[in-house]
């Protein structure tokens, strides 16, 4: 495993299927959770990466080391609502890894784009690295990212996370966990997003599966 797992969601298995009820019968599709990760990055300290998002004042920064990075695949779907879901789920993803570059659970961009479930969950995942000291380095690809909208306010994303590349690094020890390539470096995650009172598509549940065949190369 490359990168540490969030927290296992209350009945994780009727959640998934309830997202993917949810989902059925939209343009695209969605699926379950294991971590919350990600996060487009640069030097010590620089812009958040390739997820732009959608036109809303005041969104706070969002920045990265040098030596991590996400990569977000499929960011145009030709649907302007769809394309603003996907930003904003891929920030979501970027801050909280912003939150465990910077040993935090009180940065501003962790609230912004995470509520309800979503925040309690990333903030006990990041608080695990905080407590053993761990950061991780390398790249993650977060690739097969599918919207299905239900109404204005509220939509569905099912994607992958290719962790292959990506590893934890002990700050203390400056250790590097270089763990063999296998299915567990692959994770399908379903997310919930709803639009707030300033536009932004906050995620407020998530849900994975760490290994699943639908993730596998």
Same mark, same amino acid.
């Not at 296992?8 to 919350?36: F, P, Q, R």
């Given at each position: 495993?490359? @990168? @540490?797992?969030?927290?296992?969601?209350?009945?994780?298995?009727?959640?998934?299927?309830?997202?993917?009820?949810?989902?059925?019968?939209?343009?695209?599709?969605? $699926?379950?959770?294991?971590?919350?990760?990600?996060?487009?990055?640069?030097?010590?300290?620089? %812009?958040?990466?390739? %997820?732009?998002?959608?036109?809303? $004042?005041?969104?706070?920064?969002?920045? &990265?080391?040098?030596?991590?990075?996400?990569?977000?695949?499929?960011?145009?779907?030709?649907?302007? !609502?769809?394309?603003?879901?996907?930003?904003?789920?891929?920030? $979501?993803?970027?801050?909280?890894?912003?939150?465990? &570059?910077?040993?935090?659970?009180?940065?501003? %961009?962790?609230?912004?784009?995470?509520?309800?479930?979503?925040?309690?969950?990333?903030?006990?995942?990041?608080?695990?690295?905080?407590?053993?000291?761990?950061? *991780?380095i390398g790249e993650t690809r977060y690739f097969d990212r599918k919207v299905t909208l239900s109404g204005a306010n509220k939509a569905y994303i099912t994607?992958?996370?290719?962790?292959?590349?990506?590893?934890?690094?002990?700050? /203390?020890?400056? /250790?590097?966990? /270089?763990?063999?390539? !296998?299915?567990?470096?692959?994770?399908?995650?379903?997310?919930?997003?709803?639009?707030?009172?300033?536009?932004? *598509?906050?995620?407020?549940?998530?849900?994975?599966?760490?290994?699943? /065949?639908?993730?596998?190369?």
């Amino acid at each position: 495993m490359k @990168r @540490r797992t969030l927290p296992a969601a209350t009945a994780l298995a009727a959640t998934a299927a309830l997202l993917l009820t949810a989902c059925g019968g939209g343009d695209d599709k969605s $699926s379950d959770n294991d971590k919350i990760a990600g996060a487009d990055t640069q030097s010590s300290k620089s %812009a958040s990466p390739s %997820a732009s998002a959608s036109s809303t $004042s005041d969104r706070p920064d969002i920045t &990265f080391p040098s030596d991590a990075k996400n990569v977000f695949e499929d960011q145009k779907t030709g649907d302007k !609502t769809k394309d603003a879901v996907l930003a904003d789920s891929a920030l $979501s993803i970027n801050s909280v890894d912003e939150a465990i &570059f910077k040993g935090s659970t009180n940065t501003k %961009a962790l609230g912004f784009y995470n509520a309800d479930k979503a925040l309690s969950s990333s903030i006990t995942y990041v608080q695990g690295y905080i407590d053993d000291a761990d950061t *991780w380095i390398g790249e993650t690809r977060y690739f097969d990212r599918k919207v299905t909208l239900s109404g204005a306010n509220k939509a569905y994303i099912t994607y992958c996370s290719d962790e292959s590349k990506s590893f934890i690094k002990n700050k /203390k020890t400056k /250790k590097v966990d /270089k763990t063999p390539t !296998t299915a567990n470096a692959y994770v399908l995650y379903h997310s919930v997003l709803t639009k707030n009172a300033e536009g932004v *598509w906050q995620t407020t549940n998530i849900v994975s599966n760490r290994g699943d /065949k639908a993730c596998q190369p």
